[in-house]
C-alpha cells in the first residue's frame, strides 16, 4: 500500500512504496532549527520514495553524513537522506507531518534525547538514543 505526501504549496510532491510503520522524534540542534520544533521522521529505504514532482525541491547538505530536501517555494521541510557510504546509504526519514494522511504511525523512538528541550516530552514508552549512539549508527567512520 503505497502513501503519497508533499510540501505546504504542493510544489513538491512524493509517494512512498509502502506505509511506514513508525515514526521517530528527534530532538538534534540542527532537526529543531530546521523544522522548527521536534522532528518527527519515518525511515524510508532507498529507492522506496519516488518524487512525483520536484521541480521546487531544493537540497542542503547539513553534514559530512545527510542531506536535507525542502521546498523552495514554500519552504516546507521535507526529508533528510543519508549520503555517507554504508548500510544506511539513500535511507530518507521522511518528515511525519507531509504525509496526506499520517494516521496509524506510531512514535516508537526518540534520538538526540540528551539535547532534548526541557519542555518536550511525550507520552508512552519507547527507545531513545543520544546523539554519541547515533553518530555511532550513521555516521561515517573516521
Known sequence: MSVTGGCLCGGVRYSISE???????CHCNMCRKWSGGVYMGMAVSAGNLTLESEENLGLYKSSDWAERAFCTSCGSSLFYR???PGPHQGT???????????SGVPLTAE??????PDGFAFAGDHATMTGAEVFALYAPPE
Open 19 to 25: 506505509k511506514p510503520q513508525e515514526t521517530g522524534a
Open 82 to 84: 543519508v549520503t555517507a
Open 92 to 102: 530518507c526519514h521522511v518528515g511525519m507531518g507531509t504525509l496526506d494522511d499520517a
Open 111 to 116: 534520538i538526540f534525547v540528551d539535547e532534548k
